[in-house]
Nanobody, 118 residues
Framework: QVQLVESGGGLVQPGGSLRLSCAAS????????VDWYRQAPGKQREWVSG???????TYADSVKGRFTISRDNAKNTVYLQMNSLKPEDTAVYYC????????????WGQGTRVTVSA
């Protein structure tokens, strides 16, 4: 069964860095386009960044210049490097991606919590 699993969240001080991972598992598969979203307490889920299968990347204005999305196709993993973190980056981060395991499907991960606080 195909799964997307996020990891790398945690508690970090303002100005610090974290790298989130979104790994696809579940047999012989490959990943296509992947997006990161986040949901802060009491707020709606918002799109953060995306990467296509051709490595084109896009970012929300709120994270542009601070976050970098990348992928390692050999590991079926997409990363989100987050630098210069701010308290307003505090949220649960989710990845959403297209995964091929004989057919294309869209999958969500379970989320990883990021807390930016002194």
């Amino acid at each position: 069964q195909v799964q997307l699993v996020e990891s790398g969240g945690g508690l970090v001080q303002p100005g610090g860095s974290l790298r989130l991972s979104c790994a696809a598992s579940g047999g012989r598969l490959s990943i296509g386009a992947v997006d990161w979203y986040r949901q802060a307490p009491g707020k709606q889920r918002e799109w953060v960044s995306g990467i296509t299968s051709g490595d084109s990347t896009t970012y929300a204005d709120s994270v542009k210049g601070r976050f970098t999305i990348s992928r390692d196709n050999a590991k079926n993993t997409v990363y989100l490097q987050m630098n210069s973190l701010k308290p307003e980056d505090t949220a649960v981060y989710y990845c959403n991606g297209q995964v091929y395991d004989g057919k294309w499907g869209n999958y969500w991960g379970q989320g990883t919590r990021v807390t930016v606080s002194a």
